[in-house]
């Protein structure tokens, strides 16, 4: 097992004086990285933090914050990363379920910590703010890193070790803590640079949430190869196009709403940054529909586009290639080195090419479970293989077509709609910038298809312009019976769809409609 902070280390023997990370304030060279997560790493441990304590997150990216990740993988101690978003009892319950010893906050988040202060389990002393200045008695990074000796300990450590546990947002109940080894963000690094054809070269862009493991593992390839990752807080499209110009920037992860601002950017703006290097990116989290891969396309002439597909629990399990993107419609593509991906009927067993199916995979020995939670764990692990939940099937040549999830699945009628077909014939309206189908109980049907539909800047349409589009394009039964008009999509933190969100907003309304 090669680990994180060993990757680290390799990189600042092989490339010492290059920049390894950067963000709006300062960089740090791959020696200085190592310095900084060895000082930290001993400071946390002369805290008293062992190996197997958990610590907490809850901070805006940073060069300190990415260090942090090296420190605490050095020292055997588990991070817990915490979306910025959540609010007092969310970040009480996965700090108190999680049993986080210490807990690292950015100075301007502090007062939603101070809310629940006193029910939270950390000691005083093992906060630690984010920032290069101290504030309400408590120590900052900065001082914490400056007092540290540097040298380097070396703690054993077994493949099967917890690395993080990252708090999934779920549809129902409190948050399930994902446990992630060592040995499975190994085998996502050494299988993601092999797929993507990643290099020692390239400038790796990281504007997405560190709290979140799709940024976060993507940059740590990066660092494992020795290239440099350009960290940056909250999202801005023409701020992200003038960053890729100005450090020459040539991968990227980006979610599909990312994507769809920078292509919506006006000519005159794009015009004004050089983005000739950007030569890869990498897009998941929801479908990145037909429309808008050929808008990428267009707007960055050779640009290497993939689609890879996963869930927290496995990571990223197959990838869509460059080649294929135009020739396999609303397809996530094969497999990836080191994982195993199923469709499987409801007794277990392999459906043939096009029939529908529950998902399942798994990517080496990434999963150990949900924490503290058996049931959960066993309700989503069948053998070795472990379910997200999403309905797909598979074509002859082995490519996987995710249709939903499966709470998501309409049943109008006795008929099975899948919303992603009807979000993808929408999307091309030339009106319509997003869309969102989702199921809505109707007292005849069951189910009736109703669609949420931002519109592009300026434009004006009605509802049944926006449902006579679906003519010749999609079976009747798929149309959407009625339509409403948003100012935006509900969205979580990775920019992923919240239907569940919509379906609640709009309960109400399709139970009154006797439309047939």
């Not at 990363?81 to 301007?108: K, T």
């Not at 502090?110 to 504030?135: C, F, I, Q, S, W």
């Not at 960053?243 to 990312?258: C, D, K, R, Y």
């Amino acid at each position: 097992m090669l680990g994180t902070f060993e990757s680290l280390r390799l990189s600042a023997i092989r490339f010492p004086t290059k920049t390894a990370v950067v963000d709006d304030g300062r960089a740090l060279t791959f020696a200085g990285l190592r310095d900084v997560a060895n000082r930290l790493g001993n400071a946390l441990a002369a805290s008293g933090l062992r190996p197997g304590d958990r610590v907490a997150f809850y901070a805006y990216n940073s060069v300190d914050l990415f260090a942090a990740y090296y420190a605490l993988e050095r020292n055997g101690l588990i991070a817990v990363p915490i979306n910025v978003r959540l609010v007092g009892p969310e970040i009480e319950y996965i700090v108190n379920h999680s049993g986080a010893r210490a807990m690292l906050v950015s100075p301007e988040l502090l007062p939603e910590v101070a809310r629940v202060r006193a029910n939270l389990g950390v000691d005083p002393h093992r906060y630690v703010l984010m920032t290069d200045k101290a504030g309400d008695a408590l120590p900052s990074v900065t001082d914490l890193i400056d007092a540290a000796a540097p040298h380097e300990v070396r703690i054993p450590q077994a493949a099967g070790d917890v690395e993080a546990i990252f708090y999934t947002s779920g549809t129902t109940g409190f948050p399930k803590g994902v446990m992630r080894t060592r040995a499975g963000e190994d085998w996502v690094r050494v299988s993601h640079i092999a797929e993507w054809g990643l290099a020692h070269e390239d400038v790796n862009y990281c504007v997405g949430p560190l709290f979140h493991n799709s940024f976060l593992a993507m940059a740590q390839m990066h660092v494992a190869l020795g290239a440099t990752v350009v960290v940056q807080h909250g999202w801005d499209a023409e701020r992200a196009l003038r960053t890729i110009s100005e450090h020459g920037v040539t991968t990227a992860f980006l979610v599909p709403t990312m994507s769809k601002d920078l292509v919506d950017l006006p000519v005159a703006t794009r015009a004004r940054h050089d983005s000739h290097r950007f030569r890869r990116l990498v897009s998941s989290a929801s479908a990145l529909p037909t429309a808008l891969k050929e808008q990428l396309l267009a707007v960055f002439p050779g640009l290497l586009l993939n689609e890879a597909y996963g869930w927290t629990e496995v990571m990223w399990v197959t990838n869509l290639r460059p080649p294929d993107q135009l020739r396999k419609v609303r397809c996530v593509g094969k497999p990836l080195l080191g994982a195993r991906v199923e469709v499987l009927d409801e007794q277990g067993a392999p459906v043939a090419p096009g029939t529908p199916g529950e998902i399942h995979a798994r990517m080496a020995t990434g999963f150990a479970g949900y924490f503290k939670d058996d049931e959960r764990t066993r309700a989503v692990t069948r053998g070795d293989l472990i379910t997200g939940g999403d309905i797909g099937t598979v074509d002859d040549e082995g490519y996987l077509y995710v249709l939903d999830r499966k709470n998501d699945l309409i049943i109008s009628g006795g008929e099975n709609v899948y919303p992603i077909e009807i979000d993808e014939v929408l999307a091309r309206h030339p009106k319509v910038r997003e869309v969102a189908v989702v199921g809505l109980p109707h007292p005849r049907l069951g189910e009736i298809c109703h669609a949420t539909v931002v519109l592009q800047p300026g434009a004006t349409a009605t509802e049944q312009e926006i449902i006579d589009f679906c003519a010749g394009r999609l079976a009747r039964f798929k149309w959407p019976r009625a339509v409403t008009f948003a100012p935006e999509l509900p969205r979580n933190a990775m920019g992923k769809l919240l239907k569940r969100e919509l379906r609640a907003r709009y309960a109400g309304a399709a139970a009154l409609d006797e439309r047939s």
